[in-house]
């Protein structure tokens, strides 16, 4: 059974940085992407970030580039968003998603196949 389970959100204020993981388990992720997305109250859910399992391709939204950065820890399984200079638009759920058999890196959510629960980020001004 694959399993997706975020961790590390919570409060900070604006100018701040937390660092979100993301567990992944229950099948072979060498050919999929991972993606981050974020979801806020009334909105859709929004690309983040998205990266390679092997971490050599990566891709980000305007709004948060040059402020998070996405990685992998293959050994680990696991997959990190580092978020920096925090802004309080960037409240959100935070999800991580997985794509199977990623040609390519995907912005759009319904090319993921897998999602974790959500981690709630809340950024104070």
């Known amino acids: 059974q694959v399993q997706l389970v975020e961790s590390g959100g919570g409060l900070v204020q604006a100018g701040g940085s937390l660092r979100l993981s993301c567990s992944a388990s229950?099948?072979?992720?060498?050919?999929?992407?991972i993606g981050w997305f974020r979801q806020a109250p009334g909105k859709e859910r929004e690309f983040v970030a998205a990266?390679?399992?092997?971490?050599?391709?990566?891709d980000y939204a305007d709004s948060v580039k040059g402020r998070f950065s996405i990685s992998s820890e293959n050994a680990k399984n696991m997959v990190y968003l580092q978020m920096n200079s925090l802004k309080p638009e960037d409240t959100a759920v935070y999800y991580c998603?997985?794509?199977?058999?990623?040609?390519?890196?995907?912005?759009?959510?319904?090319?993921?196949?897998?999602w974790g629960q959500g981690t709630q980020v809340t950024v104070s001004s």
């Open positions: 229950g099948r072979t992720f060498s050919k999929d992407s």
């Open positions: 990266v390679t399992w092997r971490g050599g391709s990566t």
């Open positions: 998603a997985a794509d199977r058999f990623a040609s390519s890196l995907s912005r759009v959510y319904y090319s993921y196949n897998y």
